[in-house]
């Protein structure tokens, strides 16, 4: 199938090879403001260039969804037109730069039927797909704690310098994303409080402290730093994830489980056991990251049905790290959350 990208920057530069790789997806054309830069890209990939999604949507008979690798603030002016064209589209995380956004896309997608999905990539790979496995076998039984820490110093220029908040909103959502969809905690309230050490490269808050409360009455403690000066952790973070029967260590790629019975530490099907703990072997994948993203993408297309990171549902990823940033801004206020419902009535 055919694909447009819409979106040419830092990270979009990236995708480019990324649609290359695909199994599933060739590049049609590209988009960008900066119509030097689209013609350069077009001419190299020998494709049409496109100075806005509306001139691309004139062509739309020549291609099948559109990729959306703008600034979070434009992702509806972009994916909107082409949702109500009927053009499929992968959207780059958050889902918008706000709710009102993220309900005109919701809107924009139930209006024509088109799949309208995030590209949550941080969900597709091999150590959280293997988190997720253990949490959904029960094999750490009910989860009630999980403590995160994610610890970078990114050397980041562009949008993110500007940002009020740069942690919660560019990095976070992809750990609150993870939250739901890997360790599957729906928050029901979150408090939070950010700061800015002298030494950061951001303008706003690079490090914060957040507190979530799950519908189940779990809780998750979250403690990063974009400005941090101590030891590193991967992308994913440090995860400590705490149920009734033991616990799962996920970090660096690794995952580990510690039981809480003696008995149970002698065998589990696809770990090894080094003094007491298990060490688990990783679930396959056959693509993972941002292919594993355009993978879904090509099957719900394809199949009609929504993904797992389906705008209606990702929304709620987004309303997860609004609030968080608002209870930061109130320093440390609690923010109560609406359920998916709630927000969804609000479309009308
Ligand atoms: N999933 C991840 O791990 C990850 C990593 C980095 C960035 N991102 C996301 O990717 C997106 C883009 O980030 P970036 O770092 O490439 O930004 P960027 O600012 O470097 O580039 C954005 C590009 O979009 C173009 N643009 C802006 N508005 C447009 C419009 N209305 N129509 C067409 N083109 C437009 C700009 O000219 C620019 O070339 C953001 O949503 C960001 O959150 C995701």
Known sequence: MKIIQVGLGAWGASWLTVVQQSASWELAGVVDVDSAAAERVAKSYGVRAYRDIEHALEDKANFDAV?????????????????KAGIPALIEKPLAGNLTDALSIIDAA?????????????????APRTVQ???NEGVIGEVQQIF???????????????MDEPLIVDAMIHHIDQIRGIAGVEAVSVRANSWNPSWSRFAGNASAVVQIEGSNGAKV??????????EQTSWDGDWEIHGTKGSISWKNNTVQIRFQSLFDTVFLAGATEHSGVMHVDL????VEERLGTLAAFSEAVTSGVRPETDVRDNILSLQLVVATAESAKKDG?????????ELLTSVG
């Not at 979070?72 to 949702?83: I, K, R, S, T």
């Not at 039927?113 to 091999?126: F, L, P, W």
């Not at 403690?221 to 101590?230: E, K, L, P, R, V």
């Open 67 to 83: 990729l959306v690798i703008v600034p979070p603030e434009y992702h509806a002016a972009v994916a909107v037109p082409a949702l």
């Open 283 to 286: 679930d396959d994948l056959e």
């Open 333 to 341: 206020e609690i923010v109560r959350l609406s359920s998916v419902d």
């Open 148 to 162: 995160i820490n994610y610890q970078k110093n990114p050397p980041f220029d562009g949008f993110r310098l500007t």
């Open 133 to 135: 496995r253990l949490i």
């Open 221 to 230: 403690i979250y403690t990063g730093s974009w400005a941090s000066q101590g």
């Open 110 to 126: 139930d209006h024509s039927g088109a799949i309208a999905m995030v590209s949550q990539n941080y969900r597709y790979k091999r």
